[in-house]
């Protein structure tokens, strides 16, 4: 059974003022699935994964080339709101970064901003049935009026997936997601990842070639601004095809 | 990209030091196949007993080799040509324990077979085997430690030979058998020997496959010819 594409990344360079970032990069990210970019640092993974919400277009010197289309749609088209593209295409940081406001409020903020919700009863639907998804609704139910900062890491983590969640996206991606967290936290987020792939295409950079190895369904290896490699994931850690590729992951460059 | 080493060295000291492991296994067993087949020849059951003994050192060192695994995949996580490479370590070992224990075997039936009449002609053809098998393992081991994959797969084709001569011996003890009964014990023994023989060149088909697979990262497939038909052919025990 072949998988519908969800995002189709054709010929695509990005510039830093001068600097070649992305070098012709052609992908394309499967639906309901997560894809995980690996390479070393500086490889353009996080340039490309910011790509695919546009939050290149915050950076002045950023030029983006080629066509990214989500479910076919020009995502750089001048008739799309970048406002609207992160509602449709959500983002989790590296380090957990609540809005220093409740826990019910940093869930809430995107679909009031978006109007998501006609009355009081449906946000706090909306609010309970994504820290539910986020896997962290029993921790949390009691206290939803405390501050998100308060949250350990691991929890802050979830309720910044909660909060990206919650305006209904068709697309997480993750930059490094658990970089911050301990290993049981960390093991709670690639859970809760594994659960989210059923609704949610999900893009997911890490360093971690054992996370890469374990959450995702297919893999793209970043090398000098180039994909050398994109591939089933158990065939990238078993057998690739690239010299280079299997360089990287067995620690062999860095 | 494989003799690049590793940023953390002494991963790649872990992983010489398993392949050391399996070379040095491998020796042991070619001296125990060599020696085993000149005892039977030779009628030396001393030299057999030694056989019987020393592959309790082959024993030993599979368990190291299978510790030191253990050991690798906790400690390193290695991921493609380093997995296979452990996985098929592991393998080996294995297939090299089993041919330690048919020469082991060999040893034990040489005392047996010291206290029978000889039967002629029989005691050249197996050493000529068994000959034939040790080198399809020297080469072997060098295909693995070289990654050749031209050697292993033609060593890999050469079991057909061993397969050849296994027919030729199991028509050759029948036709001793009838001649007379009094050889039946000998020839069982023999023939018990001869197959041994056998089951090494499939244990050394086996190491050549996990080369294959080390390199290529695919098993091969199976098209070698199989030339062992006395399980299948009923017209062999026409004589």
Redesign the interface.
């Known amino acids: 059974m072949s998988k519908n594409i969800k995002i189709s990344a054709k010929n695509v360079d990005v510039f830093y003022g001068d600097t070649h970032a992305i070098k012709g990069v052609d992908v394309e990210i499967e639906d309901k699935s997560v894809t995980a970019f690996i390479g070393p640092s500086g490889c353009g993974k996080s340039t490309f994964l910011r790509c695919i919400n546009r939050m290149n277009d915050t950076i002045d010197i950023c030029r983006v080339t080629g066509d990214i289309l989500l479910e076919g749609e020009d995502i750089y088209a001048k008739s799309i709101d970048p406002v609207q593209l992160r509602a449709r295409v959500g983002m989790v940081f590296q380090k957990p970064n609540p809005f220093p406001k409740s826990i019910y409020d940093n869930v809430a903020y995107g679909p009031t901003i978006h109007g998501l919700a006609k009355n009081k009863a449906e946000l706090d639907e909306i609010v309970e049935q994504s820290l539910r998804r986020a896997a962290i609704w029993d921790e949390v139910k009691d206290r939803l009026h405390q501050p998100g900062t308060g949250l350990s890491g691991g929890q802050q983590q979830r309720l910044c997936i909660g909060r990206a969640i919650a305006t209904a996206p068709e697309v997480l991606l993750m930059d490094e997601p658990c970089s911050a967290l301990d290993p049981i936290a960390t093991a709670q987020v690639e859970e809760l990842i594994d659960e989210l792939r059923a609704s949610y295409t999900v893009v997911i950079v890490t360093h971690s070639?054992?996370q890469a190895?374990r959450v995702s369904q297919k893999t793209a290896f970043f090398h000098l601004g180039n994909v050398v490699e994109y591939g089933d994931t158990d065939k990238i850690?078993?057998?690739?095809e690239d010299?280079r590729?299997?360089?990287y992951?067995?620690?062999?460059?860095? | 990209m494989m003799d690049q080493g590793h940023i953390a060295s002494a991963f790649d000291r872990d992983l010489d030091a398993v392949q050391a492991l399996i070379m040095k296994m491998g020796g042991l067993v070619e001296t125990a196949i060599s020696d085993a087949a000149r005892a039977l020849e030779m009628r030396d059951t001393e030299l057999g007993e030694q056989v019987r003994q020393n592959d309790k050192l082959i024993d030993e060192l599979e368990e190291q080799v299978a510790s030191e695994v253990a050991r690798v995949i906790a400690m390193r996580s290695p991921a493609a040509g380093d997995l296979r490479t452990v996985l098929s370590v592991l393998k080996i070992s294995g297939n090299l324990e089993r041919m330690g224990d048919y020469a082991k075997n060999l040893g034990k039936r040489t005392a047996v077979l010291s206290e029978m009449p000889a039967i002629t002609g029989t005691g050249g053809a197996l050493r000529r085997m068994t000959q034939l098998v040790n080198l399809m393992l020297k080469d072997a081991l060098d295909a693995y430690i070289q990654r050749d994959l031209e050697l292993a797969i033609n060593v890999r084709q050469r079991d057909a030979d061993v397969d050849q001569m296994y027919n030729a011996l199991f028509r050759e003890f029948l036709t001793h058998m009838m001649e007379d009964p009094r050889n039946i014990t000998a020839c069982m023994h023999l023939h018990f020997i001869a197959k041994n023989v056998e089951r090494m060149g499939d244990h050394v088909t086996s190491i050549c496959e996990q080369v294959i697979y080390l390199v290529t990262g695919e098993m091969p497939d199976e098209d070698r010819t199989k030339t062992d038909r006395t399980s299948t052919d009923s017209t062999l025990g026409k004589v």
Do not use: L
């Open positions: 070639m054992q190895a850690f078993t057998n690739p010299s590729t299997e360089s992951i067995t620690g062999r460059i860095g």
